[in-house]
């Protein structure tokens, strides 16, 4: 048994409660109390004890680039081919030392679990190792490594581009056809474990045929695995896909049966009127990634409209442009308002829900991202005596979260009940010193 009280924790409500004793056993909340005070044996969290924040889509490899791709002009496409150079210098080695530090980066962050939209998986030019899941192994030791939960979301990715067989670089994305990537990822089964978990993914409509669609549709559900999607990222994609095949996106993904409960779409950012529809009837997520979308200059997504059509929004910081679930949370309502020219179509508690409840749910984590009792023991407290947050109020703290904090204000972060950031350090890594080793070697800097 183990203690946690919070001067002020989000129980899910629309403003924080004070005093709040957390109560855990193992990996569970077994008890919470508000308006108590605070026990001589608990660990006392100062400020806003938030649940533990997930990051629903993630790419570790992409850290590499921050900085290195902000010389010049460009676009999605130009970008992808630096991204694409840095890819090329990876092997499981060099890429767990990676992701674990950017995973450390992300936990003091006061992320608590992330979902790796996983397709670097072979060497080079194609050729499996010899563990041909060595890469996806790797992934999910360092997130082990750096204390957070995973859901290594193993991508399916044949072509590049509609029609257009891989290039050297995208040919390690490949297994071939999509009965070969079912019967590698069907193995990834071993690593499953109580902080690990297995889901699949389609890296595109660009990058998987409409058949082999069906078939990475038809491996999650067989094993009632979440699958997710870029969709809709850039206007060329919908060019594309509605050229060869009379479809957006997302009424081919609706048509191959992949909209459902379990599917969450990325980006999703320039759909039709249509396309929203489908995605609220058939209750999926979204993952919005705004500090993505906008270094990318990929435009702005239609989050209200999904919102109010049924669909769960979440969050991700994809290209790890920042590691900041408060930036992202803030973007989508400060995007939207450069769109509407209208304040206050998202508020503070929805945003957190998008990057807490919303986010798990959509890693298959539905006992995470609330303080509540028999819920995972994972939560983040952020000071609310810094420079960007002092003068906060109990009736104002969600806001200030949201609107004005930042990653560098998480101070604690417990998973699994165990405490793995303390006073803003993260307890098994030198996440900067790391960060620097690797990026260095593998830049060669």
């Known amino acids: 048994m183990k203690a946690y009280w919070c001067e002020l924790a989000w129980l899910g409500g629309d403003t924080a409660t004070a005093d709040v004793l957390l109560q855990t056993s193992g990996d569970r909340i077994t008890a919470v109390h508000a308006g108590v005070p605070c026990p001589p044996e608990a660990v006392r969290l100062r400020g806003l004890t938030l649940p533990g924040m997930a990051n629903a889509h993630s790419h570790a490899f992409h850290r590499v680039l921050r900085g290195r791709t902000q010389v010049g002009t460009g676009s999605f496409w130009t970008w992808r081919e630096q991204m694409y150079a840095a890819a090329a210098q990876l092997n499981p080695d060099s890429y767990h030392r990676l992701a674990r530090a950017v995973y450390g980066e992300m936990a003091l962050a006061g992320i608590t679990c992330v979902g790796e939209f996983h397709y670097l998986h072979h060497g080079a030019g194609g050729t499996p190792y010899a563990d041909p899941n060595a890469m996806g192994a790797a992934l999910v030791a360092a997130a082990g490594d750096a204390g957070l939960r995973i859901t290594l979301l193993d991508t399916c990715y044949l072509r590049g581009g509609i029609g257009v067989e891989p290039n050297e670089t995208q040919r390690r994305f490949s297994d071939g056809d999509a009965l070969s990537w079912a019967a590698r990822a069907s193995a990834l089964s071993s690593l499953e474990s109580p902080t690990s978990r297995i889901g699949a993914a389609v890296h595109s409509v660009r990058a998987v045929d409409p058949a082999s669609i069906e078939v990475v549709a038809a491996w999650a559900a067989q094993r009632t695995a979440v699958l997710h999607a870029h969709v809709s990222e850039q206007k060329a994609e919908n060019e594309q896909c509605i050229e060869a095949y009379g479809l957006t996106p997302t009424a081919l993904l609706a048509e191959r049966g992949v909209l459902d409960a379990r599917f969450t779409a990325v980006h999703a950012t320039h759909l039709a009127v249509a396309d929203i529809g489908l995605y609220g009837t058939s209750g999926c997520s979204i993952c919005m990634c705004p500090t993505t979308e906008r270094d990318l200059a990929d435009g702005i997504g239609p989050a209200m409209q999904l919102r109010d059509a049924g669909a769960r929004l979440s969050l991700g910081?994809?290209?790890?442009?920042?590691?900041?679930?408060?930036?992202?949370?803030?973007?989508?309502?400060?995007?939207?308002?450069?769109?509407?020219?209208?304040?206050?179509?998202?508020?503070?508690?929805?945003?957190?829900?998008?990057?807490?409840?919303?986010?798990?749910?959509?890693?298959?984590?539905?006992?995470?991202?609330?303080?509540?009792?028999?819920?995972?023991?994972?939560?983040?407290?952020?000071?609310?005596?810094?420079?960007?947050?002092?003068?906060?109020?109990?009736?104002?703290?969600?806001?200030?979260?949201?609107?004005?904090?930042?990653?560098?204000?998480?101070?604690?972060?417990?998973?699994?009940?165990?405490?793995?950031?303390?006073?803003?350090?993260?307890?098994?890594?030198?996440?900067?010193?790391?960060?620097?080793?690797?990026?260095?070697?593998?830049?060669?800097?």
């Open 317 to 445: 910081t994809d290209s790890q442009a920042v590691i900041d679930m408060f930036e992202e949370a803030r973007a989508v309502e400060l995007d939207e308002r450069l769109a509407s020219r209208v304040r206050g179509s998202h508020d503070a508690p929805s945003l957190l829900r998008a990057a807490t409840r919303n986010g798990h749910a959509g890693l298959g984590w539905h006992e995470a991202g609330s303080l509540q009792v028999g819920g995972l023991a994972d939560f983040t407290s952020l000071r609310l005596d810094t420079v960007r947050t002092a003068g906060t109020s109990m009736v104002t703290a969600l806001e200030s979260a949201v609107f004005a904090a930042g990653a560098a204000d998480v101070h604690h972060v417990v998973v699994d009940g165990e405490i793995i950031v303390a006073d803003g350090r993260h307890v098994r890594i030198d996440v900067a010193a790391e960060l620097a080793s690797v990026i260095g070697e593998l830049m060669g800097q």
